[in-house]
């Protein structure tokens, strides 16, 4: 026996006991969940990750594993005069939710920590550096026949030590700040006792996605897919990651683990999230922890749900799945690009009420100023026909004759017009005259309000017929789609009322696919529900212009308050293709584009929900996009797609 493995009996059992003492002190100190995860993390077959220099607040976090907390029950306190605060935390992230009443002042200081400053109601004034800030927030208007309004919540990443004072506006703020490392004159405010003198800030190695000091709309940030049904928009900064998710209704995750803390925030809808197997019901204003490594899942509710999650530090692999999905995106809409206002219609003349059927001519940009009153309530004699120059110049070319609604150029420079109040589809020069009537009648009954249209390589139309009339007596059994021959014969498409609203209609550049989307369904206030639901459906073109072989070709993404009303509406409305087969649908949420496949691959924004839009310019690569009152456009890096014949 070596001299060196030599113990005496009472030693070894010093030994023993001393190591013994030492596990059940080791045992104390570890959280009582931590045996359960362990247990479930075999069960599973997955496999923890321990991340690299992760410091230690030693703060006790006071969300509490496994149980919910609500942030409407969270007492507050008062931060400086007219600015109360709720504060939670876990061990990396501080997050404090602020209300400012009018006008009242955060005063300026030196920040101890990153800060990502999230405005969520109202508006500030925010100083930086020295550089001063206007922020607001707003939530989503529902339409009416005048106006709309999308969402706005504005963001900024500031790094510690940045010199920061913030004003609320006229109606006050209310403020979301997320701090990474804890902010500890905020725990010292709420009476945590035993607080360290200093919390070490670790070192990310990541890229931010944002720039420090730049203030952003979270809603310009493009969707990534997370999994099937769940999309975030996705920001990172230090090491700080937000993911304002949403999810379709029932969609689910699977037990999973990975080594970074989440705090999720639930903001609408519902949630069950099982953390451990303690199996939690999440409404809004409910926040859960879920540290580092510990087993959780989730199952939407009926109406889908949107979350914050907030991640300490920046997790890799939702990076990497951002990176994809923005180099897809930007393929097609090049890095930085912005729609850019050409028109605002409300402020110069001839007037905009409802723009509609942009289409690119001759060098120039058509489309219908339709009008309606707040109720939807057409007037023909206060619509239009509107000519777009490059330049930004416009005038009407026809006015006070008809409510014309799509557009689609014709033969000899003419254009197609949908002219919904009147009951027909007509042929216009560009100078307003009425060539001839193309249809107006479909077995021996007026047709009702054509909407979109288009042509094939043979000279055929094809339009929909939504019903979007005055009269409350349809002449037809029900919305559909129609076909017109060369020879100018009318074939209905699909059963009336198959498609709930058809509006948007699209031909493939080798025109052998027809798509057609469905505007509005599963709505108390609306006639009719089908089972075309929020897609864009696709036929195969039979020889003779009828269709074949529907399909659902691409689901369009949803609102919450359109979730909330267990709807289907996504207001589609005008559609484009480009040569590649893309497509572009005008919804409430915004531009979804989609690959020639039907696959999601991103959305662009507006201040107002897109109507329609179409490709034009020299290089026909600019996509154009009305919206009411206003036109816009945007650089893209595909050619448009339209049949001249």
């Known amino acids: 026996m070596p001299f060196n493995s030599y113990r005496p009996a009472s030693a070894l059992l010093f030994i023993g006991f001393l190591n013994l003492l030492l596990l059940s002190c080791d045992t104390s100190n570890k959280p009582e969940w931590e045996k359960r995860n362990s247990e479930l993390i075999e069960e599973f077959g997955l496999t923890a990750r321990n991340l690299p220099n992760l410091p230690s607040s030693d703060v006790a976090p006071n969300l509490k594993v496994g149980t919910l907390s609500n942030l409407g029950n969270m007492e507050g306190i008062l931060l400086y005069p007219g600015i ?155 090491d700080i990651q937000l993911s304002l998710v949403s999810a379709d209704p029932n969609t689910q995750s699977q037990a999973h683990i990975h080594p970074e803390e989440q705090i999720t925030i639930l903001l609408r809808g519902s949630l069950k999230e099982t953390v451990l197997d303690q199996e939690l019901d999440m409404v809004p204003q409910d926040i859960v922890l879920v540290p580092g490594n510990v087993v959780h899942s989730g199952v939407a509710g009926e109406l889908g749900y949107d979350a914050l999650d907030i991640f300490w530090p920046v997790r890799e692999d939702y990076l990497t799945k951002q990176k994809i999905a923005l180099e897809k995106y930007q393929e097609i809409i090049p890095e930085g690009a912005k729609p850019q206002l050409v028109i605002d219609g409300a402020k110069t003349k001839p007037t905009l009420t409802f723009s509609e059927g942009p289409k690119w001519m001759d060098g120039k940009l058509y489309f219908s100023n339709m009008y309606f009153d707040q109720n939807w309530n057409a007037d023909p004699k206060r619509s239009s ?99 017109i021959s060369p020879d100018k014969n009318i074939t209905r498409l699909v059963e009336p009322n198959e498609f709930a609203m058809p509006n948007g209609i699209l031909l493939s550049p080798d025109g052998k696919t027809l798509y057609i989307n469905n505007c509005y369904d599963d709505e108390s206030w609306y006639p009719v529900n089908s089972s075309k639901e929020n897609f864009v459906w696709a036929y195969d073109v039979n020889d003779d212009g009828t269709i074949s072989n529907g399909r659902k070709f691409a689901e369009l993404r949803l609102t919450g308050n359109v979730l909330n009303r267990k709807g289907k509406s996504s207001s589609a409305d005008g559609m484009a293709i480009d040569t590649m087969g893309n497509i572009y649908v005008a919804t409430y949420f915004g531009v979804q584009i989609f690959d020639s496949k039907g696959s999601f691959i991103g959305m662009i924004n507006l201040p107002s929900f897109p109507v329609s839009l179409g490709f034009g310019g020299e290089d026909m690569k600019t996509l154009y996009i009305v919206s009411y009152d206003k036109v816009y456009k945007i650089p893209t890096n595909r050619t448009g797609y339209v049949n001249y014949l």
């Open 385 to 483: 026909i509107v000519e777009l120059k490059p330049d930004g110049s416009y005038k009407n070319i026809m006015e006070g004759k008809m409510q014309a609604n799509g557009l689609y150029p014709y033969k000899n420079g003419n254009l197609l017009v949908c002219d919904m109040i009147g009951h027909c589809v007509l042929e216009m020069t560009t100078s307003g005259d009425v060539v001839h009537v193309i249809a107006d009648s479909y077995n021996g009954k007026p047709i009702d309000g054509p909407n979109d249209i288009i042509t094939d390589s043979k000279g055929g139309i094809y339009f929909t017929d939504p019903q979007f009339t005055m009269e409350a007596e349809k002449f037809q059994p029900g919305r559909a789609v129609y076909y």
């Open 84 to 238: 109360t605060a709720k504060i939670f935390w876990g061990n990396g992230n501080l997050v404090s939710v602020l209300e400012l009443e009018a006008n009242a002042t955060l005063p300026e200081e030196a920040l101890p920590a990153d800060r990502f400053l999230i405005l969520s109601q109202g508006s500030l004034e925010l100083n930086s550096d020295g550089q001063k800030h206007h922020m607001m927030a707003k939530e989503r208007e529902e339409p009416d026949g005048t106006h709309s309004g999308t969402p706005r919540m504005d963001f900024i990443f500031q790094e510690k030590g940045s010199k920061s004072e913030i004003k609320a506006g006229d109606t006050g703020a209310k403020v979301m700040e997320v701090y990474s490392p804890l902010r500890l004159d905020y725990l010292e405010k709420l009476g945590v006792s035993d607080l360290p003198s200093e919390i070490p800030q670790r070192s990310s190695n990541k890229e931010a996605t944002i720039n420090t000091n730049t203030v952003y709309d979270f809603y310009d940030i493009q969707l990534t897919q997370l999994t099937n049904g769940v999309y975030t928009r996705l920001v990172s900064a230090g």
